[in-house]
């Protein structure tokens, strides 16, 4: 079980993408921490396994299998959670796809799901959110980019795009809902151990980790950690920020 790095008893919190990698990660420390968790990814056998892990570990989580592309799926998902647990204090929008090739040979359908999963993802979940936060006046939403977004990379034009266009919808939704408490913030992980990163060959992960200051790839739980420090109370007077877990890779 990780460790206990924040206190966040008796929040709501929906981790979208929960069911593996990042998102496992966010939603196992989320809960260590004392948040409801719900999960969210579109397959439900591996997020009810996580689902079991978390309550066997003393933790209250529920699975919901649903689409972030789709907002009426979403949607339903918020007000069930509502129906449920009364109020939602934390949202966070980390479910992803790649979908990576050149630019001549990359499909329109390439293009399109991974801007509607990555980006309009985001847009659906904090649209389905804002209204309850709003009335709870206060809330969290952390939304997970990507280094990709800021710095490109040849045959992900997609994915750079959708994750760079994280970073815009962040600081415009930081801006519309400070008056009303609720912090919005980007954690743009570098390279991390998880199934997006696997079908990487080992001569690669080489190349990239000398190009790491840190001299190794990031763990989820790297990631999580400073996830949960943006949920917390004690991050209250942080938003429209971008966070990079990364071990140096990037420095602006
Ligand atoms: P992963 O292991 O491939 O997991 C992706 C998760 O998202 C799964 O739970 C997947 O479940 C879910 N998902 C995908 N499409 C979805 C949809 N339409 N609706 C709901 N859930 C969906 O990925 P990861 O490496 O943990 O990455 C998590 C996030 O971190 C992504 O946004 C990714 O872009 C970002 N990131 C990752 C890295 C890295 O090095 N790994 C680096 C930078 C940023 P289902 O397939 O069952 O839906």
């Known amino acids: 079980m990780p460790v206990k790095c924040c206190n966040l008893t008796d929040k709501v919190a929906i981790v979208t993408g929960a069911s593996r990698g990042i998102g496992e990660a966010i ?5 260590s921490c004392g948040a409801k968790i719900i999960l969210i990814a579109r397959n439900s056998d591996q997020l009810v396994a996580v689902k079991e892990t978390i309550i066997s570990n003393g933790g209250i989580a529920e699975s919901m299998a649903g689409d972030v592309s789709n907002l009426n799926s979403i949607s339903e998902i918020v007000t069930n959670t509502i129906d449920k647990w ?5 949202l966070v929008n980390n ?20 801007m509607n999963i990555n980006l309009k993802g985001c847009f659906n979940g904090i649209k389905s959110v804002a209204r309850p936060m709003i009335k709870n006046k206060a809330g969290r939403i952390i939304n ?3 280094v990709i977004g800021q710095i490109g990379n040849a045959g992900q034009s997609n994915y750079a795009a959708s994750k760079a266009g994280i970073m815009g919808l962040t600081k ?5 809902l400070g008056s009303r408490n609720i912090t919005v913030n980007a954690v743009a992980p570098g390279y991390i151990t998880t199934d997006m990163t696997n079908e990487l060959n080992d001569e690669v992960k080489e190349q990239l980790k000398s190009s790491i200051p840190l001299g190794r790839l990031g763990t989820p739980d790297d990631v999580a ?5 943006l949920a917390s109370d004690e991050a209250g007077y942080i938003t429209g920020q971008t966070f990079n877990v990364d071990g ?4 602006i």
């Open 27 to 31: 939603a196992k420390q989320l809960s």
């Open 95 to 114: 479910a992803g796809i790649a979908r990576d090739n050149i630019i001549m040979r990359m499909k329109e359908d390439d293009w399109d799901s991974v």
């Open 172 to 176: 415009s939704m930081a801006k519309e």
């Open 144 to 146: 997970i980019t990507s």
């Open 225 to 229: 950690n400073l996830v949960c420090f």
């Open 248 to 251: 140096g890779m990037v420095m």
């Open 86 to 90: 009364g109020q939602i204090d934390i």
